[in-house]
């Protein structure tokens, strides 16, 4: 009787094609899932510097390198609280803190949770504020930074993702326009109620107290910026008339 041959998987059939793709896509989901994992705590780092020199520029501070800044950070920032909308601390954070206030973002502003950055600059308090608004193709952000009168703008930064170069996108990218916010004024005429603090085109332009020239051919990232410096300030209106 004849010896029969063994038989081996048709490596021409369908079932062995789908199941030699269904192993190759498994092998790569794991390695995948293995270089993320092992690159997240570098990457986190990385998210945590940028926005430790983000809340610096607002406070004038630039031209850091990436140890310069984290020290700085450390150095200037005594508390990163968080307090609610009637102005209570409800945590305390820490000096250089990373672990309270840092930790929010635009979700937990909109919860009520809101961030407060307690500095010291050339030993005088300065509180700095992070804002988040719509651009016109994608979310900005920024940081305003308080003199200690809570009432005056100490300096400003802001941030998009998707603005138009040139244009929209130098809410970021033109140092000279962010400076036009230092020494602005919240409120207009002294009155605590309501942030008067905004962005308008140059021909609608009537309180050079408050009010800062849009940027040129950027009409709607200049709306989204006034209207992010308003709704991003205005929860802290109980903390800005607590003496």
């Not at 804002?131 to 802001?158: C, E, H, Q, R």
């Amino acid at each position: 009787m004849a010896e029969e041959k063994k038989k081996g998987m048709n490596t021409n059939s369908n079932s062995y094609t789908i199941i030699y793709a269904a192993i190759i896509v498994v092998i790569v989901a794991f390695l995948l899932a293995f270089v993320f994992q092992a690159l997240k705590p570098a990457q986190d780092a990385n998210v945590a510097l940028d926005k430790k020199k983000q809340i610096l520029y607002s406070l004038n501070i630039r031209n850091l390198d990436d140890a310069q800044a984290a020290a700085k950070y450390k150095e200037v920032v005594t508390a990163d609280e968080v307090i609610n909308a009637d102005g209570q601390v409800t945590e305390k954070g820490e000096p250089g803190g990373e672990k309270a206030g840092f930790k929010l973002n635009s979700a937990d502003a909109k919860a009520g949770r809101l961030a407060l950055y307690v500095c010291k600059v050339d030993g005088k308090v300065k509180y700095v504020i992070p804002v988040y608004g719509m651009g016109l193709w994608g979310p900005i952000s920024g940081y305003i930074a308080l003199n200690g009168d809570k009432a005056t703008v100490y300096g400003a930064y802001f941030n998009h993702e998707s603005e138009t170069a040139g244009l929209g996108a130098e809410i970021k990218d033109n140092l000279q326009w962010q400076e036009q916010f230092q020494g602005k004024n919240l409120f207009a005429g002294g009155k605590k109620n309501a942030i008067a603090l905004a962005v308008k085109k140059k021909s609608d332009l009537k309180d050079p107290t408050t009010q800062v020239d849009a940027v040129t051919g950027a009409t709607l990232t200049s709306n989204g910026v006034s209207n992010m410096l308003h709704d991003g300030l205005t929860p802290y209106l109980k903390f800005f008339n607590v003496e």
